[in-house]
């Protein structure tokens, strides 16, 4: 009913609204928690806290109420309340999701583009955080102004920002307990924080990888000594540091030895994804920057799908203890430190694993070295529960009317710890995960951009799906 009022609403917010917020927003170097240690201090997180604040409480909706939860040692939480519209159900609520927090510069961007520098180019605009997850805020209002522009309905709505996920959401579990009388008892939520396979369609995420890591440390020496006269006698903390790993992972297929990290692949999510990689085949690799000659692990492109959604893997996404190699001396090192990151199945333990991942490392130490696994966290995945028919229609109907094309469903290889949360808190809620971060976005890594087309779509998609959550019992 509100698909062509929704979408030119939509547009319009975008391009005369939101778009010059986002510039605005791109510029702040709003590190998560866990890349700034000072936040507090530095005040990044806060500059952007105060700007989404003070564009949101001056959106034209009746009844809008924000504040700044403020909870002493965290992150501080967007809280943002809408009444339901005339006629829709009082009690009944949406929680829309989203957060404001990033992830740290990376190096690799090319000329012309910077993490805290906005650039529009044709239909991307290139920054650190705009597609992850800065959009969120703004497009959720949008979407509940394209409501009441259009005249549709919508049931209470509340709308959480927070200041941690790129940190793993350590925060947020203590926001939400804080909140709970006034985030009642969701029956649909909404997250902003998803990606999508193509730009041609809405994509409905149907579950999120879990998530554990830590510091590796392996230290043999109290400081560096002549290699020539150490090496052999002392063992490098290098290549105990390699036989830790392969404790933990097959350094040759990439497949983790630890039981705690795997479970059975559902078979409607097997089916799922082999109804994705019919529509978009080898065009699932096409995103990833391969080098010349370079291949994905699998051909298959089911296969691709299912080892980046529903099997444990191993990433070291930093190291501590080596000197750049302009700087390398012929030292036998006293330490290696790695940063361990393991994605996870949606429906693991993540507690569970990174305990059995834990003994795993620090066991028997080889030569006596001094092996720790400090920093240690863990965020359990999601799986979806199954759409309500009144959803998987309206979704469809809001795919097909603001992209031209049926939406699909498949699962993503990141994780958001909130739905885990809220999916545990409230199991009969229906949960509508979806993003803009497509193909070529490169979140966390340099060059990110949003497709701005794809998120005015999906802007006026959560209109579209409020409208008919708020009839869908008439």
């Given at each position: 009913?509100?698909?062509?009022?929704?979408?030119a609403?939509?547009d319009?917010?975008?391009?005369n609204?939101?778009?010059?917020?986002?510039h605005?927003?791109?510029a702040?170097?709003?590190?998560?928690?866990a890349f700034?240690?000072?936040?507090?201090?530095?005040?990044h997180?806060?500059?952007?806290?105060?700007l989404?604040?003070?564009?949101?409480?001056?959106r034209?909706?009746?009844?809008l109420?924000?504040?700044?939860q403020?909870?002493?040692?965290?992150?501080?939480?967007?809280?943002?309340?809408?009444?339901?519209?005339?006629?829709?159900?009082?009690?009944?609520?949406?929680?829309i999701?989203?957060?404001?927090?990033k992830?740290?510069e990376m190096?690799g961007?090319?000329?012309g583009l910077?993490?805290?520098?906005?650039v529009?180019?044709?239909?991307?605009?290139?920054g650190?955080?705009?597609?992850?997850?800065?959009y969120?805020?703004f497009?959720?209002?949008?979407?509940?102004?394209a409501?009441?522009a259009?005249g549709?309905e919508?049931c209470r709505?509340?709308?959480?920002i927070?200041?941690?996920?790129?940190?793993?959401?350590?925060?947020?579990?203590?926001?939400?307990?804080?909140l709970?009388?006034?985030?009642?008892?969701?029956?649909?939520?909404?997250?902003?924080?998803?990606?999508c396979?193509?730009y041609?369609r809405?994509?409905?995420?149907?579950s999120?990888?879990?998530?554990?890591?830590?510091?590796?440390?392996v230290?043999?020496?109290t400081?560096?000594v002549?290699?020539?006269?150490a090496?052999g006698a002392v063992?490098?903390?290098f290549r105990?540091?390699r036989?830790?790993?392969?404790?933990?992972e097959d350094?040759?297929?990439?497949?983790?030895r630890?039981?705690e990290?795997?479970?059975?692949i559902?078979?409607d999510?097997r089916?799922?994804?082999?109804?994705?990689?019919?529509?978009?085949a080898d065009?699932?690799?096409?995103?990833?920057?391969f080098?010349?000659?370079?291949?994905?692990?699998?051909?298959?492109?089911?296969?691709?799908?299912l080892?980046?959604?529903?099997?444990p893997?191993?990433?070291?996404?930093?190291?501590?203890?080596l000197?750049s190699?302009?700087?390398?001396?012929?030292?036998?090192?006293?330490?290696?430190?790695?940063q361990?990151?393991?994605?996870l199945?949606?429906?693991?333990d993540?507690h569970?694993?990174?305990?059995?991942?834990?003994?795993?490392?620090?066991a028997?130490?080889?030569?006596?070295?001094?092996?720790?696994?400090?920093g240690?966290?863990?965020?359990?995945?999601?799986?979806?529960?199954?759409f309500?028919?009144?959803?998987?229609?309206?979704?469809?109907?809001?795919?097909?009317a603001?992209?031209?094309?049926?939406a699909?469903?498949?699962?993503?290889?990141g994780?958001?710890?909130?739905?885990?949360?809220?999916?545990a808190?409230?199991?009969?809620?229906q949960?509508?995960?979806t993003g803009v971060?497509?193909?070529?976005?490169?979140?966390?890594?340099?060059?990110e951009y949003?497709?701005?087309?794809?998120?005015?779509?999906?802007?006026a998609t959560?209109?579209?799906?409020?409208d008919?959550?708020?009839r869908?019992a008439?």
């Amino acid at each position: 009913m509100l698909t062509a009022q929704a979408r030119a609403h939509s547009d319009h917010v975008w391009t005369n609204d939101i778009l010059p917020a986002l510039h605005d927003y791109i510029a702040i170097p709003a590190l998560s928690r866990a890349f700034d240690a000072d936040w507090e201090r530095t005040g990044h997180l806060e500059r952007a806290v105060q700007l989404i604040h003070d564009w949101c409480a001056a959106r034209p909706i009746p009844g809008l109420a924000i504040d700044v939860q403020r909870l002493p040692g965290r992150t501080p939480l967007i809280v943002i309340e809408v009444p339901a519209t005339a006629g829709a159900h009082g009690d009944d609520t949406v929680v829309i999701y989203g957060h404001l927090d990033k992830q740290p510069e990376m190096v690799g961007w090319r000329v012309g583009l910077a993490p805290w520098t906005p650039v529009l180019e044709g239909d991307r605009l290139y920054g650190r955080g705009g597609a992850d997850d800065g959009y969120s805020a703004f497009a959720s209002l949008a979407a509940i102004e394209a409501v009441h522009a259009a005249g549709g309905e919508h049931c209470r709505c509340v709308v959480l920002i927070e200041a941690s996920e790129e940190s793993g959401s350590p925060d947020l579990p203590a926001h939400v307990e804080a909140l709970a009388t006034r985030i009642g008892t969701p029956s649909l939520v909404l997250c902003l924080d998803s990606g999508c396979a193509d730009y041609d369609r809405l994509w409905v995420t149907s579950s999120l990888r879990g998530l554990c890591g830590g510091t590796l440390t392996v230290r043999m020496l109290t400081e560096g000594v002549h290699s020539g006269d150490a090496s052999g006698a002392v063992a490098s903390t290098f290549r105990i540091a390699r036989q830790l790993l392969s404790r933990i992972e097959d350094e040759t297929s990439g497949a983790i030895r630890i039981a705690e990290c795997y479970a059975d692949i559902p078979a409607d999510r097997r089916t799922e994804a082999a109804d994705v990689a019919a529509v978009l085949a080898d065009g699932l690799t096409v995103p990833f920057p391969f080098v010349p000659g370079g291949r994905p692990t699998s051909a298959d492109p089911t296969e691709h799908l299912l080892v980046r959604t529903w099997m444990p893997t191993l990433s070291i996404t930093g190291a501590d203890g080596l000197p750049s190699t302009t700087k390398a001396g012929n030292v036998l090192r006293p330490f290696t430190s790695l940063q361990l990151s393991i994605r996870l199945p949606p429906t693991v333990d993540a507690h569970r694993a990174l305990e059995a991942i834990t003994a795993a490392l620090t066991a028997s130490p080889p030569y006596g070295a001094d092996v720790t696994f400090n920093g240690a966290e863990a965020a359990s995945g999601w799986n979806a529960p199954t759409f309500e028919p009144w959803l998987w229609d309206s979704l469809q109907r809001a795919s097909v009317a603001q992209f031209g094309a049926p939406a699909l469903v498949y699962g993503e290889g990141g994780t958001i710890p909130f739905m885990g949360m809220l999916g545990a808190k409230f199991p009969a809620a229906q949960f509508v995960v979806t993003g803009v971060l497509g193909p070529g976005a490169n979140a966390h890594g340099p060059n990110e951009y949003l497709h701005i087309p794809t998120a005015r779509k999906v802007t006026a998609t959560l209109a579209d799906v409020l409208d008919d959550h708020a009839r869908r019992a008439r």
